[in-house]
């Protein structure tokens, strides 16, 4: 069983930044990609940003030049640095990993969710 556990959400106002992270756990033989979704009250689930195995990065034009995302292998970590926060920004952050477990496929395992929000 894999599990992912996300930190660092919170309550800030616009224009300061946040941290998440989200630790992966359990029989992993191999992660391929990790990236943050977001997904703000009536509307659906987006991507944020990605990252590949090897550190090759994408992200959301929405995000782009304030957002970081980068991944600690040895910890099986993905981390979200956001800076320059928008009210619009607000949203629960999942975290998502596409992992290869013991005696199983790759499979996308997801995050329990962190809330983010913005005060203008």
């Known amino acids: 069983q894999v599990q992912l556990v996300e930190s660092g959400g919170g309550l800030v106002q616009a224009g300061e930044s946040l941290r998440l992270s989200c630790a992966a756990s359990?029989?992993?033989?191999?992660?391929?990609?990790m990236g943050w979704y977001r997904q703000a009250p009536g509307n659906q689930r987006e991507l944020v940003a990605a990252i590949g195995s090897g550190g090759h990065t994408n992200y959301a034009d929405s995000v782009k030049g304030r957002f970081t995302i980068s991944r600690d292998n040895a910890k099986n970590t993905v981390y979200l640095q956001m800076n320059s926060l928008k009210p619009e920004d607000t949203a629960v952050y999942y975290c998502?990993?596409?992992?290869?477990?013991?005696?199983?496929?790759?499979?996308?395992?997801w995050g329990q969710g962190t809330q983010v929000t913005v005060s203008s």
């Open positions: 359990g029989s992993i033989f191999f992660i391929n990609a």
């Open positions: 998502a990993a596409e992992v290869v477990a013991a005696d199983t496929a790759e499979y996308r395992y």
